[in-house]
């Protein structure tokens, strides 16, 4: 079972910015897909970003694109999830995602292993 832990949520003012961070345990990486999903209160989870194995290909939900950029690193097992022009829409449970497919993916069916969520809140 791949662990993950998420790190760097926070409060923030709306035009402001957020790095999420997600360490994963051994054994990823070369074979697994990455992905943030969110889900607010009274909502269903929903795909912000991913990326594969090799950093080479990222998806964006249309809400995010232009603002979020993905990236991993693999030498120390951590996908990020940069995040500017925060809006209050983006307020949500923030959780990271592994998918043991070789292309980025946004289905949340093809993850098989999540984080515990890390808390965003953007103020207007």
């Known amino acids: 079972q791949v662990q993950l832990v998420e790190s760097g949520g926070g409060s923030v003012q709306a035009g402001g910015s957020l790095r999420l961070s997600c360490a994963a345990s051994e054994l990823i990486f070369n074979n697994y897909a990455m992905g943030w999903f969110r889900q607010a209160p009274g909502r269903e989870r929903e795909f912000v970003a991913g990326?594969?194995?090799?950093?080479?290909?990222?998806l964006y939900a249309d809400s995010v694109k232009g603002r979020f950029t993905i990236s991993s690193d693999n030498t120390k097992r951590t996908v990020h999830l940069l995040m500017n022009n925060l809006k209050p829409e983006d307020t949500a449970a923030y959780y990271c995602?592994?998918?043991?497919?070789?292309?980025?993916?946004?289905?949340?069916?093809?993850?098989?292993?999540w984080g515990q969520g890390t808390q965003v809140t953007v103020s207007s």
């Open positions: 995602a592994a998918s043991r497919s070789m292309s980025a993916t946004s289905d949340p069916r093809n993850f098989g292993s």
């Open positions: 990326v594969n194995w090799r950093g080479s290909m990222a």
